[in-house]
Nanobody, 115 residues
């Protein structure tokens, strides 16, 4: 089982990034997918989640209207489009897969928003 995040980096405030999470080793289309983030000294928080079919999506209040989660079950990939980035969005972003009792995590990708 693997979840491999990519797309992180350094961006100026107001900029955009698109994170990707490529899944392998399990039946991706069965799993709800989420993006979490963890900033230094803070607890990990969920920023966005999408059901296995994509028919339900939820966002943390802090990212509503700026972030968009999507998935492509044919490519076994989930995305997080991040617009209007703020310094407080700086964190390690993790991909999460969940189905019944199975939970998988990626290794994380660093996002830094700074001028």
């Amino acid at each position: 089982v693997q979840l491999v995040e990519s797309g992180g980096g350094l961006v100026q405030p107001g900029g955009s990034l698109r994170l990707s999470c490529a899944a392998s080793g399990f039946t991706f289309s069965n799993y709800a997918m989420s993006w979490y983030r963890q900033a230094p000294g803070k607890e990990r928080e969920r920023v966005a989640a999408i059901t296995s079919t994509g028919n339900k999506i939820v966002y943390a209040d802090s990212v509503k209207g700026r972030f968009t989660i999507s998935r492509d079950n044919a490519k076994n990939t989930v995305y997080l489009q991040m617009n209007s980035l703020k310094p407080e969005d700086t964190a390690v972003y993790y991909c999460n897969a969940r189905y019944q009792w199975s939970v998988y995590w990626g290794q994380g990708t660093q996002v830094t928003v700074s001028s």
